[in-house]
Every structure is written in C-alpha cells, then in structure tokens.
C-alpha cells in the first residue's frame, strides 16, 4: 500500500491554464505539506496543514491554493500557470510533533509550456 | 530555524563507512536533528533523527557533538544504492528547510 500518493505523476500543460495536483495519505498523519523543488534542486516548503486548518503559508503567490478536504487528503490548485511554475511537487505527511518523521510522495512533475 | 551547512558533494567506495558531516552552530535547545536522503528524483526519504544523543537504526547512525553544534550521518557500509544528495536538518515542528544538502557518490 502506498503510504503518501499523488496523481498525477506528470503534468505537461500550457501558460494560462488553471490545474489541479492531488495528494492523499493512509499514515493517519495529521499534518500535511506541499513542497516545491525547481530546477536548482532546492526543496522550499509552501504550505502546511494540520487537522484541516492552514499551520503554515510560506511566500507563496495567491495563484497557489490548497485545499484540505479531510485530514487524508491535500490537494494544490494553481490559477494561470506561468513558465516559473515549471517544479516538482512534493506532498509530504507527519505527525505534527517534531519528534515524527515526514513522509513524502513520489512527486509531481509540472511542466508549463 | 537554526541553518545547517554541509559539504556539497562527496565520494565514498563501496563497502566502506561513508560519514557525512553537518554543522548546525546556531541549533537551539528544542530543535531536532534529521537527516533525509533523495535519491535522483524520488521524494526525500528519511533516514534518522536525534536530540542530544547518539541514535542508530537500520539505515545509518547519527552522531551528535556534546555541544549539538555539528553533527555526522554514518552509513556503515555503504553500497551503489546510497547515492543520493543527503539532506541535515534542524527542525522544531513542523517548518522544515532543506539546503541544498551532500550530493554522495558511492563508487564501485
């Protein structure tokens, strides 16, 4: 069974366009994130959830807005993709102490043409 | 949160110990220490924590100076499969910031 998974795997679409990434976890974790990595390898957190509710909301442009539907899922929508959108995109889940662990998904590779 | 600093790249043979050194000079009290690996484009995978003490687990050892200032990830016997960029981090719930982290190269 795969613990965090994301859907879809890649992602090719065009300037403009409104997308949506899906991420879910069977941990039982309570606290969810999105990261991004671009092409310079640097992972940079963006958002983190913890029960539902907004714990964490780095300098992110509104264009990005996730949405936590229940405690399993963390979805990320982004409005008018531009070229600097191009990243990978990881979902990751924990515990919220720091004494637990992250544990990330396989990733979503989004490309904007 | 504390920043950490790691040597960019290293090489190691295959079979022997690879030691991966992380300074954390400005690591407070309550912060964890983790240690992540990516391999290629997979999404980082952990590897070990610690507070003050020494931890070890199936994966590697993590070595803690007595004043946390610096820290060392021990893979004992390294294979072809641990090359990956390792990743030190200091953490106090749930804000964590990945450097660019030791890209290792385990060698034949």
């Known amino acids: 069974d795969t613990a965090v998974s994301q859907t879809p795997k890649y992602l090719v679409t065009q300037m403009g366009n409104d997308k949506s990434i899906k991420c879910e976890q069977n941990?039982?974790?309570?606290?969810m994130y999105w990261y991004k990595q671009d092409s310079k390898k640097f992972l940079k957190i963006m958002f983190s959830?913890?029960?539902?509710?907004?714990?964490i909301n780095e300098t992110v442009p509104n264009r990005f807005s996730p949405k936590s539907p229940d405690k399993a899922h963390l979805n990320l929508h982004i409005n008018s993709l531009e070229l600097g959108d191009s990243a990978v995109y990881f979902c990751a889940s924990s515990h919220r102490q720091a004494t637990y662990e992250q544990y990330f998904g396989p990733g979503t590779r989004l490309t904007v043409t | 949160d504390a920043k950490t600093t790691q040597p960019t790249s290293m090489d190691c043979a295959e079979g022997r110990a690879a030691n991966l050194p992380c300074n954390h000079s400005?690591?407070?009290?309550?912060?964890?220490v983790y240690w992540y690996r990516q391999i290629h484009s997979q999404g980082p995978q952990y590897i070990i924590h610690g507070l003050k003490n020494n931890e070890t687990n199936e994966m590697a050892s993590l070595i803690i100076t007595e004043d946390r200032k610096s820290s060392t990830l021990i893979l004992p016997h390294a294979t072809l499969r641990d090359t990956a960029v390792y990743y030190c981090i200091v953490r106090m719930y749930d804000k964590v910031i990945f450097g660019p982290g030791t890209s290792l190269s385990v060698i034949p």
């Open positions: 959830y913890n029960n539902k509710e907004l714990i």
């Open positions: 941990l039982g974790h309570d606290t």
């Open positions: 400005t690591i407070s009290g309550n912060e964890y």
